[in-house]
């Protein structure tokens, strides 16, 4: 089976060609093309993505995206060799998400190809099954199987009995980890988006807090962990965001200590980052020993977090090693069309196709 996957749900314009075979039971996917055209650099200068600069961007990117994503699979003959187009139809920014549905729609008018309506988190949840995959991980997923999706907008628990089987059994009740990330750089003036950048001085950990003139401050930086401890499988993340500018504040008046200091930045953070690591860590085992998970999968554009990767499978392996842990290659940790188009692979199997009049973007679906 090869199907085609548009994907615009964010500031990412993306289109991939998928094989994909094995059914059920063995599903196997190779990526013929994965092509992205990143917005990040026109939204940086707004701190955020703008929608309608989005939209405006992926009617431009889509053309290109999609002659590119055509070129680079190799496939002469690419509307008799593609048996389905997929389309993201939400979450994420509704005029975003129009300008793939309407690409979609056309497309699969002209080549007279099946529709596969798409939710976005089903492709961060199936993302470690591509190939190019993690050394020695298992191309499998056993059930009952749990994803911890971290992303932008989203943080949930996703218990899978099955496949196309989706329960959300806790998830964020403000703010998204990502979102955290991002609004906390954004207060230590670091660039958009902030994720990977508090990740990169969070690695650089030192123990005291130096000021520039020499003089050794040692001043404990410590946050909460929000919700640890509630017997539910929910987050926050929206307190802790918070938190972090009572410390800086304090910190800036009791110790005259600026916000631009490189070593205070880097202990706030590392002291961050662990802070949402402890949440993640500490609910999602908890939940894969409550359901008896076989498989464990992360996903998102958080997973890219080389400490939640290492500490989640640090911990799976003292307290659950039977729990199998997949993670996607970072390849495909952000947004991309090859998710969309596995995760497709799954309701093709099912014959669940939407008819392109009936398609529709909702920027709140839900799993
Ligand atoms: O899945 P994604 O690409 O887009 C959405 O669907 O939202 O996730 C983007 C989010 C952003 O908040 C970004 O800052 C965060 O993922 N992110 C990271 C890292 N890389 C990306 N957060 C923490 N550490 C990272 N290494
Ligand atoms: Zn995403």
């Not at 990143?38 to 955020?48: E, L, T």
């Not at 992926?58 to 509307?79: C, D, M, Q, T, Y």
């Not at 993690?134 to 997923?141: A, L, M, P, T, V």
Request: one cysteine or more; proline letters at 4%; hydrophobic letters at 40%.
């Amino acid at each position: 089976m090869v199907i085609l996957a548009i994907e615009t749900s964010c500031d990412e314009t993306a289109i991939a060609i998928l094989k994909a075979s094995g059914g059920l039971k063995n599903p196997r996917f190779k990526i013929l093309s994965n092509t992205v055209a990143s917005q990040i650099k026109i939204h940086a200068k707004w701190g955020g993505v703008v929608p309608n600069l989005a939209k405006r961007e992926h009617i431009k990117n889509l053309p290109i995206v999609f002659k590119k994503a055509i070129s680079k699979s190799g496939l002469k003959n690419p509307e008799k060799k593609i048996d389905f187009i997929a389309v993201t139809i939400g979450p994420g920014l509704e005029p975003a998400l129009w300008t793939g549905i309407n690409f979609a729609s056309d497309l699969s008018k002209v080549w007279g190809k099946p529709i596969i309506a798409v939710n976005h988190m089903e492709g961060h949840i199936v993302a470690s099954l591509l190939s190019s995959k993690i050394k020695n991980q298992k191309s499998k997923i056993d059930f009952p199987a749990l994803a911890l999706l971290v992303s932008g907008g989203h943080t949930e628990l996703v218990l899978m009995r099955k496949w196309l089987d989706y329960k959300i059994i806790g998830q964020t009740r403000d703010d998204a980890a990502g979102e955290a990330f991002d609004k906390v750089a954004k207060m230590l003036g670091l660039p958009y988006p902030g994720g990977p950048q508090v990740a990169k001085l969070a690695d650089k950990k030192t123990s005291s807090v130096e000021e520039r003139n020499g003089k050794t401050l040692d001043v404990e930086i410590k946050l909460p962990r929000p919700m640890i401890n509630s017997k539910n499988y929910d987050f926050s993340f929206s307190g802790l965001k918070t938190a972090v500018l009572y410390l800086i504040r304090g910190l800036e008046k009791n110790y005259e200590l600026r916000i631009t200091n490189y070593a205070l930045r880097v202990a706030i953070c590392a002291e961050f980052q662990q802070a949402v690591i402890d949440v993640l860590i500490s609910k999602t085992i908890r939940a894969t020993k409550e359901y008896k998970v076989k498989t464990l999968i992360l996903g998102g554009g958080v997973s890219a977090n080389q400490e939640l990767r290492k500490q989640l499978g640090e911990k799976i392996k003292k307290e659950i090693p039977n729990t199998e842990y997949l993670i996607p290659n970072t390849k495909y940790t952000g947004d991309n069309a090859a998710m969309i188009a596995a995760a497709a692979y799954f309701h093709a199997l099912k014959k669940d196709f939407t008819d392109w009049k009936k398609l529709k973007a909702n920027g709140n679906l839900s799993l």
